[in-house]
């Protein structure tokens, strides 16, 4: 077992922002003042990379619109709005999160981190759902119900779904359906594994008939610009992961090290990784000698011998996007000690890919007082990705070459807009 943990060197984040991404998000403001309810998918492995800050613009002016106002880091809960609901376009505003995919997260962090969510954003609905789980569609389609018959003067409600690429929004959309129509229905939405399937605003899809609820399927939005340094390159490699970004616009061996680094966080007492490796082997930080040996296993071999080890990357990779990912979730919420004799208080641990903490004496409590640790440690993780954000933005981090030269014309056009205005008013004045 592993006592040291080395962050593999990342390659610098593509840009991959299509027209229909673009397009997408100059209508959004005009589909949010006919909506009643925005479903936001993101991936419950990465539940804070998979936000599209770019989004949250406009979804916060829409809630401001209908008398709601976005809280940030309070425990206040917001105010209830003082307009009746009337739906359609009318001041009926929920926003509900759904955590997509969550078989695929340990389950042990799923109430812990709902608490964080609730502590640092009261006005948010946080929902973890899987596709493959019916009680969990059941539920998130009673959710959308209730909304519905809790304003009985409105006709329909209509539901907007919105997220980054490949989150499953089709996916779940075709089990919502599903769970709320009588009777057999069809798959009403394409769905892929690659990211970009879905290129334009869906027609309305009847979620319910009694009472009427509706709904859009969108397009996935990826940012821009994924942002410069170890964050956005970091940011980069975990949306190729999830294949929410092209897989081809990186190198293939840069995403299996920062993986091997990962499942070794998830687990660094027994990863999931070595259910594919010979009996015995042990935990590896070594992307290279890891390939060689799973290529061997798998017996992945090219002319003379040769160890194909691109192939056996691949390989890997797909294995995690399915089977591999489940194995990693089934990981208990205290580890054992290691077949060493080293103990897990003394390393790093983590929670899908956007959490990761030093194990201390409250995270090896159990029960409910392990809960309120991890809860504490989430906490501490939403903190920070808040204030790099804020960082990010404020430097100028964020935002590409490309969007500065726009920014810096954009701003020249409005000064000479402003003196030629200026003349015309003095000329007049004259």
């Known amino acids: 077992m592993m006592s040291v943990m080395s962050f593999p060197a990342l390659p610098s984040p593509p840009s991959w922002f299509p027209g229909h991404m673009n397009r997408f998000t100059k209508q959004l403001p005009a589909l949010l003042s006919r909506t009643d309810v925005v479903l936001e998918l993101r991936d419950s492995r990465l539940p804070l990379t998979s936000i599209n800050n770019n989004l949250e613009g406009a979804i916060n002016k829409w809630r401001s619109e209908r008398g709601h106002h976005s809280t940030h880091v309070t425990p206040n809960p917001p105010t209830t709005s003082r307009i009746s609901s009337l739906g359609y376009g009318g001041p009926i505003c929920e926003r509900i999160v759904v955590l997509n995919k969550r078989d695929f997260v340990p389950e042990w962090g799923v109430e812990p981190f709902k608490r964080a969510m609730k502590t640092k954003f009261p006005d948010q609905t946080v929902h973890f759902a899987s596709c493959n789980k019916p009680r969990d569609i059941r539920s998130l389609s009673e959710m959308l119900i209730n909304i519905a018959k809790r304003n009985p003067h409105a006709t329909e409600m209509n539901v907007l779904v919105i997220g980054m690429p490949n989150v499953g929004k089709s996916t779940l959309l075709n089990s919502l359906r599903n769970m709320g129509i009588p009777g057999r229905t069809p798959k009403a939405l394409q769905t892929s594994a690659q990211p970009g399937h879905t290129r334009a605003i869906s027609t309305r899809l009847k979620l319910s008939e009694d009472p009427l609820v509706y709904s859009y399927d969108s397009p996935g939005v990826m940012l821009p610009f994924l942002g410069r340094g170890d964050r956005g390159a970091e940011r980069g490699v975990k949306l190729a992961l999830i294949a ?114 030093m194990v201390d004496a409250s995270i090896n409590s159990t029960g409910g007082d392990f809960e309120s640790a991890v809860q504490m440690k989430m906490e501490e993780c939403i903190d920070e990705s808040i204030r790099a954000a804020s960082e990010d933005e404020r430097s100028g981090v964020g935002i590409s070459t490309t969007q500065e030269r726009k920014r810096s014309w954009q701003e020249k056009q409005s000064m000479r807009a402003a003196k030629s205005k200026a003349k015309f008013a003095a000329r007049k004045a004259a």
């Open 244 to 357: 929410g970004i092209k897989e081809s616009l990186y190198d293939i061996e840069a995403l299996v090290a920062y993986l091997l680094y990962r499942l070794n966080v998830l687990n660094p007492i027994s990863p999931a990784y070595l259910a594919l490796l010979p009996p015995g082997s042990r935990p590896s930080t070594d992307a290279e000698d890891f390939l060689e040996q799973l290529a061997i296993r798998l017996n992945m071999l090219l002319r003379g011998g040769e160890k194909d080890t691109v192939r056996a990357a691949k390989w890997f990779v797909e294995w995690w996007r399915n089977e591999g990912g489940l194995v990693s979730a089934s990981v208990p919420e205290k580890l054992p000690t290691g077949s060493d004799g080293f103990h897990a208080s003394s390393l790093r641990r983590g929670w899908g890919f956007d959490f990761e903490w």
